[in-house]
């Protein structure tokens, strides 16, 4: 009898780490992992799994020995699970290394790339397979709505996945996106980010135009196009390209040729609209219940590289309709008297303009407040400060907590909060800081009223202020109720 394999991995709750995780399992792996600390949605679904998280870090999480271990790239030298490793010569590799070796071998690989909007152009893109009946396989940096989950090992010739241009691990410097060699590529976007590994624009420049030179001639690229000054950084990534390129983007502002062109577009309480022109024609018309202009964008990547692939547009049109989004995308996580909770992971300027902006549009009669975390490793420094003032003084209301340990970065490259609140505050706009979760819910909680909408930006799990607030403005109801009622009778 042959001994299952184990597998252990460490940093198991990273959201590509916990995909591996489940489609490890799927494939008949015994699968085991450890983390600093773990929070939803990625915890709920890794024990949706019956996968159990070992918390802390420690060599113990080591025994018995596996036959293999996954290093997340969030892992580096001094961990004690990894240096364990490294002294008993354990075998080891990255996380890109094993869904390459494991599950794209012998697959038409469909890679979503870009800076914003991959996660969800991704899954719009596994849904409108999945509801053509094309059994793929797929993996999401985010739990996909209609899936409930983020992976799924289907039986299709495709595979498609979010291409991360994040490093792989603390030996491989590089993006995790090059070692998925695709057939086809969406680009969604190019701009400066993750400040903690690229020098500069030019430096994630370089990391996109090593992927777009690996699409074979036999292939084909869908990138965003527009006469916005960052589409520039697009077309000198797609100057690398040895296959067709076609280009997709609204009609008014169209740079390079026809392509994919978005027009008719309306932006509702309840839904959007678009209709899509193929090459100048009338190609076909959608809808779905999402707000937000960058997800026509998203939806329309996704349709064009469908189309590609022989799914007819009466069949993308049908799946769009019923997508559902990916859990911290625009997600309504409460409704309290009156009061909208949004989450959404928001994690650059670009990002939180996009999703204001969309809120605008599916709320235009409410207060708009932002509560931003400053958490990802681009937000914490004051690369982008400018333009972070810019997009969050689109908000009526904004309250910016304490950085994210703010003291692991020099203090000359930090954000500076106190100048972020007084550019908001020149534009006419009420800023604060607050310095926690908790005591941004005892502030705000007593100044909200009905009809407010109140989103909340992180990337991280923000010491469960997702709980907290509604718990507060639940709290604060029932007394109010309660003194109603003694006022009555």
Not at 14 to 42: F, H, I, K
Not at 88 to 113: N, T, W, Y
Request: glycine share 8%; net charge neutral; charged share 25%.
């Amino acid at each position: 009898m042959t001994k299952q394999k184990h597998v252990h991995l460490i940093g198991i709750c990273g959201t590509a780490m916990a995909s591996l995780a489940g489609m490890l399992q799927e494939r008949g792996y015994r699968v085991t992992g450890s983390d600093a600390a773990s929070y939803p949605p990625m915890s709920t679904f890794l024990d949706a799994l019956g996968i159990t998280v070992a918390q802390p870090f420690s060599d113990a999480n080591l025994d018995p020995r596996p036959d293999l271990v996954v290093i997340g790239n969030a892992l580096s030298r001094g961990n004690v699970e990894l240096e364990r490793v490294l002294d008993e010569r354990i075998p080891f590799c990255s996380m890109p290394q094993i869904l390459h070796d494991e599950f794209l071998v012998g697959k038409e690989v469909l890679v979503v790339a870009g800076t914003h909007g991959k996660t969800t152009t991704t899954s719009m893109l596994a849904w409108i397979f999945e509801s053509a009946g094309m059994r793929p396989s797929f993996l999401i940096g985010g739990i996909a709505e209609n899936f409930g989950r983020s992976f799924g090992l289907g039986d299709g010739k495709h595979f498609i996945l979010e291409g991360d241009e994040y490093d792989t691990a603390f030996f491989d410097k590089g993006p995790k996106f090059l070692h998925y060699f695709p057939d086809k590529l969406v680009l969604t976007s190019v701009e400066f980010d993750h400040a903690d590994i690229y020098k500069d624009l030019d430096a994630v420049e370089t990391a996109f135009k090593r992927l777009v030179n690996l699409v074979p001639r036999r292939g084909r690229i869908i990138a965003f196009d527009s006469s916005q000054p960052a589409n520039q950084n697009i077309d000198r990534c797609l100057a690398k390209a040895f296959c067709p390129v076609e280009r997709y983007g609204p009609a008014d502002q169209a740079k390079n040729g026809s392509g994919w062109r978005i027009t008719n577009l309306k932006l509702e309480e309840s839904k959007t609209s678009w209709s899509v022109l193929r090459d100048g024609r009338p190609w076909a018309d959608f809808e779905f219940p999402l707000g937000g202009e960058y997800n026509v964008w998203n939806a329309t990547a996704a349709a064009a590289m469908a189309s590609h692939c022989g799914i007819p547009e009466e069949a993308i049109a049908q799946a769009l309709k019923s997508f559902r989004s990916v859990k911290r995308r625009l997600e309504v996580k409460a409704e309290v008297n009156g009061i909208t909770i949004i989450d959404d992971f928001a994690h650059h300027p670009t990002a939180i303009e996009q999703t204001i902006n969309a809120l605008r549009a599916r709320y235009p009669k409410s207060r708009l407040w932002v509560i931003l975390e400053p958490r990802s490793n681009t937000l914490r420094r004051n690369v982008l400060q400018d333009a972070l003032a810019n997009s969050l003084s689109l908000a009526d209301q904004v309250i910016v907590a304490a950085i994210f340990k703010s003291e692991a970065i020099p203090e000359a490259e930090r954000l500076d909060l106190e100048r972020v609140v007084s550019d908001i505050q020149k534009r006419g706009k009420q800023a604060r800081i607050l310095a926690d979760a908790d005591s941004i819910v005892a502030t705000i909680a007593p100044e909200l009223r009905d009809r407010d909408v109140v989103a909340i930006l992180s990337n991280g799990g923000f010491r469960g202020i997702y709980e907290k607030l509604p718990q507060r403005l639940r709290s604060l109801g029932s007394k109010a109720k309660e003194s109603a009622q003694k006022s009555s009778g």
